[in-house]
């Protein structure tokens, strides 16, 4: 009885505020409404009308783009740099603070204030950098070519801070006498890390990349506030695409289509952890 | 409002902040939430009406003694499919070329002689980015203001964006005009290198970069000399504006406005006496001299801008008594706007797309996009997928 009394207000605040929604989100993908007149049932509509729309492709292949850049720079250099940070004895306070500063910058302010450093006149910041060196400027997020490295340079700026300090916490609890053993045996700085360090991130690298891949999945702050998901759609991302069908035409737009697309994007990535999971249950155990 | 108050014993004005912005607007309408009386772009007028968004207030507005007075392309906007007016037009413009007036004399341009002529705006712009290093001319890209400012050149090469016949409306993005329209863009972005380095503009960040004497020169709605003031403190001296130059047959600027509305699912009560309050706000002030003086104290009083040129919302007779009104309290430079206000009234304007206008739009900004931001963008096949899309948007009737 006292147990279901405790749970009570955690369940209230989960059913009103998740799982009401989701609910609500799933029977409003099957139905057409512009929230003010009575919604109409519709079936599996808004599921077709969102697979033949033509930039469904563009969103999902640049959503891909996005994680696959993430990945590449987003996952290595936050490990790269804790393992560094971790070999340093003195000054190791400094080096988190510095590393983690970009995380409490707001990130509306950080993109913002990147937005200004990305300006592809001459005088902007960054191409005023590459004129001291005699490179020419370079149009950043207004050329198709360059806006999603762009963006992804800024997300990963801005993230790394957080999973650094997942990674050098991980780090100190590795014992140190496994260090102590493998130089008696003549390990270098490599082996040690190769040997000792890595095998012991094994959990929290396997954990940090499935929620990077969440997390790139559902990329939306940088498009949206950066580019708006140009030029002509390099950097549409299939959360913008949501926002669009929901808020892109002022006079109401089509919620149905957007929470189609969100239930389809939440099965993906669903049945996506489901085989990581499986996958690497042996490896991770 | 206290005055309106004591008019109307019966009637309590409560007053809330609002603002027109696409995405809360989304939210505040869906959600129920708009007050009883909110105003929106031309842009989403019919689409409002016919959805049934909006309270039908067609028979208190026909007991409006001005009914049958409005300028018939600006009171178009606000009716339904079946001719019935839904809501009060409060204000219209026609898109108007604006200019750095200190960027061409930099550039060496008299700047009382603006481009009347395409050709001479690709002349001038390129001047001015020579010159002085600036963007010579400047188009906005984002949130649907790309595709707005497409239309907006199309219209003035003769084209349209749809031909609506009957219930049946048809794209015609993929015409001559379109084509004209993104190969002047084309030339100057590519050809005269004069278009500076920004080519990601939404109508707020190109005001700010007009302002900071950024941009030569660019397209916007006619009364937008008030939010440069208001929002983004220009320098008056700087300002000048005149009309948008016309090429060929059918040729005409693109305009638009502001429609006041009465929130559905209101009482009766409410519904009159919002009416009378739109009237008593936003309307008088455009046929009554005595409103019409106060109304112009009342904006000086504030640090407003009075006398920017407008589009009438009635016909031409009434806006020029407007005019001899409230001339002594005009506080703008007036003979910076003369090439406008000496050109508008010669010039057609065109209405609106007049369905799924902000979704239209929004399928432009890619097209406009692109051709800035790729040399070899291949212009007629960009237009011809844009139809497509554009027309299934049409027919889904969404």
């Known amino acids: 009885m006292t147990t279901i009394v405790f749970l009570l207000p955690l369940l209230v605040v989960f059913g009103v505020f998740s799982w009401y929604p989701i609910v609500r989100s799933v029977i409003m993908s099957f139905q057409t409404t512009n929230l003010v007149s009575a919604p109409v049932f519709v079936g599996w509509q808004n599921f077709v009308a969102v697979f033949n729309d033509p930039l469904l492709g563009t969103a999902v292949l640049n959503t891909l783009w996005f994680a696959l850049l993430a990945l590449l720079f987003g996952y290595p250099i936050p490990l790269v740099v804790a393992v560094l940070m971790s070999e340093v004895r003195k000054a190791r306070g400094l080096f988190s603070v510095l590393a983690y500063l970009p995380v409490v910058v707001p990130p509306v302010v950080a993109v913002l204030l990147w937005k200004f450093f990305y300006s592809g006149s001459a005088s902007g910041v960054f191409n005023t950098v590459l004129g001291w060196v005699g490179i020419p400027p370079q149009p950043w997020i207004e050329s198709t070519a360059s806006a999603m490295p762009s963006l992804v340079l800024e997300a990963t700026w801005s993230a790394a801070g957080g999973t650094i300090i997942i990674y050098l916490a991980a780090l100190i609890g590795v014992p140190s006498e496994l260090y102590d053993a493998a130089e008696v045996d003549g390990a270098g700085i490599w082996q040690k890390i190769w040997h000792v360090t890595m095998p012991s991130l094994r959990g929290i690298l396997f954990v940090t990349f499935i929620l990077q891949i969440i997390g790139t999945a559902q990329v939306f702050l940088q498009p949206y506030l950066f580019t708006d998901g140009g030029p002509s759609n390099a950097t549409l991302t299939i959360l913008l695409l949501i926002y669009n069908y929901a808020f892109g035409n002022s006079a109401g737009g089509s919620y149905g289509e957007a929470t189609a697309l969100s239930i389809m994007l939440a099965v993906a990535l669903a049945i996506l952890s489901f085989i990581y999971f499986r996958g690497t249950k042996r490896w991770s155990a | ?398």
């Open chain 2, 1 to 398: 409002m206290k005055a309106f108050e004591k008019l109307n014993p019966n009637i309590t004005v409560k007053t809330q902040p609002y603002d027109w912005v696409a995405t809360t607007f989304t939210a505040q309408l869906a959600g129920g939430t708009l007050p009883d009386v909110f105003t929106v772009p031309f842009t989403d007028g019919t689409s409002l009406i016919n959805q049934g968004q909006v309270a039908d207030i067609s028979s208190l507005i026909s007991k409006l003694p001005y009914v049958d007075k409005f300028n018939p392309a600006v009171i178009s906007n606000a009716k339904s499919s079946s001719g019935k007016i839904e809501g009060l037009p409060i204000s219209a413009y026609g898109q108007a070329l604006y200019y750095n007036r200190q960027l061409f004399t930099q550039a060496g341009l008299n700047p009382d002689k603006p481009p009347t002529t395409w050709s001479e705006l690709q002349t001038d712009a390129k001047a001015i980015a020579e010159k002085t290093g600036q963007a010579g001319f400047s188009t906005m890209t984002q949130e649907n203001t790309g595709g707005w400012s497409l239309v907006t050149l199309a219209y003035a090469f003769g084209g349209r964006a749809e031909k609506v016949d009957g219930k049946k409306a048809t794209a015609t993005v993929d015409t001559k005009p379109f084509q004209k329209a993104l190969q002047v863009l084309h030339d100057l972005r590519w050809n005269d290198n004069a278009m500076g380095a920004d080519f990601l503009y939404n109508w707020n960040s190109i005001n700010q970069d007009f302002a900071a004497g950024k941009v030569g020169m660019y397209i916007s709605g006619g009364g937008n000399y008030t939010s440069l003031v208001q929002q983004n403190a220009i320098d008056p001296k700087i300002v000048g504006e005149t009309v948008i130059p016309l090429d060929g047959k059918n040729s005409g600027a693109l305009g638009g406005g502001t429609i006041a509305f009465v929130r559905a699912k209101t009482s009766s009560a409410v519904q009159d006496a919002a009416v009378k309050w739109i009237d008593y706000y936003y309307m008088q002030q455009q046929y009554d001299k005595t409103a019409s003086v106060s109304a112009a104290k009342l904006a000086i009083a504030s640090n407003q801008p009075v006398g920017v040129p407008q589009v009438p919302v009635f016909d031409k007779a009434t806006y020029d008594k407007t005019l001899e009104w409230t001339k002594k309290y005009v506080n703008v430079p007036l003979n910076q706007f003369a090439p406008y206000a000496k050109g508008e009234f010669k010039q057609q304007i065109i209405p609106e797309p007049a369905q799924q206008t902000q979704a239209l739009y929004g399928k432009l900004d890619p097209v406009v996009q692109a051709v800035l931001t790729n040399k070899n963008a291949d212009i007629p096949t960009l237009l011809s997928q844009a139809n497509t899309t554009i027309q299934s948007l049409l027919d889904s009737g969404n």
